[in-house]
T-cell receptor, first 110, second 114 residues
Framework: KNQVEQSPQSLIILEGKNCTLQ??????????LRWYKQDTGRGPVSLTI?????NTKSNGRYTATLDADTKQSSLHITASQLSDSASYIC?????????FGAGTTVTVRA | DAGVIQSPRHEVTEMGQEVTLRCKPI?????LFWYRQTMMRGLELLIY????????DSGMPEDRFSAKMPNASFSTLKIQPSEPRDSAVYFC????????????FGPGTRLTVT
């Protein structure tokens, strides 16, 4: 069964600090992996999309990594801001199927 | 571009009633997705259209749910009859053809079935 596991479920960090979110998957075959940011009451917004051959992709202060051999991905947030408070969802696609993680809720405090 | 447009933004209805959610994708996008999001189950893909044709509807929970895309600029998700467990936020998203491209989500429709 295709699964996507995210950790931690939630975390609280101080403004200006860094944090890393984890995503482990068992999806096969693998097409791509994407990270979404979802603010409360809004639709998800794509941060990165990574294919099999990509190890790292950045979008501003967000950097995603992918290890296709171990089927692990991480999302690193640098110098966190209050606006980074949101849910971050990992999604893995396989052909025309999408598998979703439950998300990590990040709270940034001043 | 106005982005993906969904209507209504909020819908409250009684159990047994028919509910129709509407979506206008971004112009030029050939793929359209309907999602459901709840606290318990997170984000789930219900159905995926490519060039107005349903490609994968395996996420549609049961026969009470149906989706149509009569043309490239409009799609509907219908629930008939609605049940309290259908209460959720329903998102529509669009993208260029296939799953390799970024999906743009609409603001969602919050459905409450009493």
């Amino acid at each position: 069964k295709n699964q996507v596991e995210q950790s931690p479920q939630s975390l609280i960090i101080l403004e200006g600090k860094n944090c890393t979110l984890q995503c482990n998957y068992t999806v096969s075959p693998f097409s791509n992996l994407r990270w979404y940011k979802q603010d409360t009451g809004r639709g998800p917004v794509s941060l990165t999309i990574m294919t099999f051959s990509e190890n790292t992709k950045s979008n501003g202060r967000y950097t995603a990594t992918l290890d296709a051999d171990t089927k692990q991905s991480s999302l690193h947030i640098t110098a966190s801001q209050l606006s980074d408070s949101a849910s971050y969802i990992c999604v893995v696609s396989s052909d025309y199927k999408l598998s979703f993680g439950a998300g990590t809720t990040v709270t940034v405090r001043a | 571009d106005a982005g993906v447009i969904q209507s209504p933004r909020h819908e409250v209805t009684e159990m047994g009633q028919e509910v129709t959610l509407r979506c206008k994708p971004i112009s030029g996008h050939n793929s359209l997705f309907w999602y459901r999001q709840t606290m318990m189950r997170g984000l789930e893909l219900l159905i995926y259209f490519n060039n107005n044709v349903p490609i994968d509807d395996s996420g549609m929970p049961e026969d009470r749910f149906s989706a149509k895309m009569p043309n490239a600029s409009f799609s509907t998700l219908k629930i008939q009859p609605s049940e309290p467990r259908d209460s959720a936020v329903y998102f529509c998203a669009s993208s260029y053809p296939g799953l390799a491209y970024e999906q743009y989500f609409g603001p969602g429709t919050r459905l409450t079935v009493t």
